[in-house]
């Protein structure tokens, strides 16, 4: 080879390494700007990779970092999923990162965060923590919209008629239901209406199942705080009223002396007195809620049959067919109920809301403005909420945590202390296109690869054999 060869192969070996080294600099220079500027293009055409606009406009004030856990098992589907979505949180906004957390593999990390069910994500941020169950957009979403709240929804828990607690460890106390509203920017605080009347402040009063009965001046301040647009959440037992039963008459809710008898219950493994709630009202509320409450020894609650002026009730939750209100209390101490002609057959409603709006102001006299200074509570400015449970058990320590009981609780909490920014997103569906074969279409379907492919293999085999076999 003489020198012009070799300076030529020189050449070319040194302009192939240059290119090389070009291209693994381009490679390395790509990498380097994908992890500071990051690309997501979603090509499906129901844009599942993509999220909504309301997301995204809550995502535009996530500016401190947020991290999310996301409790999932490794290798399943969950995990992939998760991973899927939260990408796309972290996508569109840089503070927040997530972590992929096996419980099996992590025990002490899991027990630490309290997790008790796999698909369980825990955000961090803004100095609180949020925790759901259901790994959706619209749980995440709802999560950091409470993360990035500050303001705190105080709730005041009527004491001194012998009420459930709210703090506490014992089956029947209603600490866990604190607990779990306390991470979602509630404040729990006690009130004894016998001593002074109820805050301006107040966001909610929850009266939790009293035994004795309350003062007329205690209703009357009930009735003035909720004619001005407040909210009340009445927990009530069987045979106990706590001598409200005109007071919630006046609007338009009916509670009797009676519990309900559910032999489903029975039939699923439970008493006939633990009713079970799988059928709901038209309400927010209840709009798309498919869980299964379980409620214990339970009274009726019902919407009046003559509608009360100025107030919309509407009955939240049902028994099944099969229940029945029994009122006659001997039959139950000896444990022989049987339904008979008094009693009122199932479905029965065992919650219901009465929302309250002011009337049409007119043109008042002198008359009017005397009557108004004396029937000062029960004038209606404000449009107040009142919802009633007919059973406290089924939100105490003992059963919150079971079935849907928990989300039914958050969710007429949340709707009645007004939270309006907590949204709803619709959920993305993959559409089916359902293939449509013409008879001739579906001649070739059958043809191609049950009778010529095959026939085409055979044939070549056939003839590689021959060739072969000639040598």
């Known amino acids: ?105 992590n025990p002490a990390i899991t027990r630490r965060y309290n997790v008790k069910s796999i698909n369980t994500f825990v955000l961090e941020g803004f100095n609180r923590s949020q925790t759901i169950k259901i790994a959706d957009e619209e749980h995440v979403t709802n999560a950091l919209i409470r993360l990035i709240e500050s303001n705190i929804q105080k709730v005041y828990w009527l ?35 016998t001593q002074k009347d ?46 409200l039963q005109a007071f919630l008459k006046s609007y338009g809710i009916l509670i009797t002396d009676d519990i309900i008898v559910d032999k489903m219950s029975r039939v699923m493994g439970g008493d006939y007195l633990l009713p079970m709630v799988a059928n709901y009202g038209n309400h927010e509320i209840t709009r798309d809620f498919r869980l299964t409450s379980l409620f214990e020894m339970a009274r009726s609650v019902q919407p009046a049959d003559e509608p009360n002026e100025n107030t919309t009730v509407i009955a939240l939750a049902f028994t099944s067919p099969n229940s029945w209100s029994e009122t006659d209390r001997q039959s139950l101490d000896t444990g022989r109920v049987q339904f008979d002609k008094n009693d009122r057959q199932g479905p029965i409603s065992l919650a219901a809301i009465a929302e309250i709006e002011p009337p049409v102001k007119k043109v008042s006299t002198e008359k009017d403005s005397k009557d108004s200074k004396k029937n000062e509570a029960d004038n209606i400015n404000g449009k107040g909420k009142l919802v009633v449970f007919g059973d406290v058990d089924f939100a105490s320590n003992k059963r919150l945590k079971l079935a849907g009981n928990e989300d039914f609780i958050t969710n007429t909490i949340n709707y009645i202390v007004g939270r309006g920014n907590l949204i709803t997103i619709k959920k993305k569906h993959k559409p089916v296109e359902p293939l449509v074969l013409t008879q001739a279409h579906a001649r070739l379907a059958f043809w191609i690869p049950v009778v010529i492919m095959p026939l085409l293999v055979l044939v070549s085999g056939i003839v590689i054999w021959y060739r072969r076999r000639s040598r």
Do not use: C
């Open 1 to 105: 080879m003489d020198k012009g060869e070799k300076k030529l192969k020189l050449k070319s070996s040194s302009n192939m390494t240059a290119a090389i080294l070009l291209v693994l600099v381009l490679l390395v220079f790509a990498t380097l700007l994908s992890e500071r500027h990051y690309f997501r293009w979603d090509l499906t055409s129901t844009d599942e990779h993509s999220l909504s606009d309301k997301t995204i406009q809550v995502l535009k004030n996530v500016k401190t970092p947020v991290t999310i856990k996301a409790f999932v098992r490794a290798g399943f589907q969950e995990a992939e999923d998760a991973k899927r979505l939260l990408s796309a949180y972290r996508y569109k906004a840089p503070t927040i990162t997530y972590e992929l957390i096996d419980p099996e593999k």
């Open 159 to 193: 004491t001194g008629h012998g009420e459930r607690p709210f703090k506490g460890t014992g089956p029947e106390s209603l600490g866990m239901m604190h607990d779990t509203l306390g991470k979602e920017n509630y404040e729990f605080l006690e009130l004894n209406l």
């Open 198 to 243: 109820i805050p301006p402040d107040t966001s909610l009063v929850i009266v939790a199942a009293p035994v004795k009965q309350l003062f007329p001046a205690e209703i009357t301040s009930l009735r003035k705080y909720l004619n001005r647009g407040g909210r009340v959440m009445l927990f009530l037992e069987p045979f106990y009223d706590g001598g």
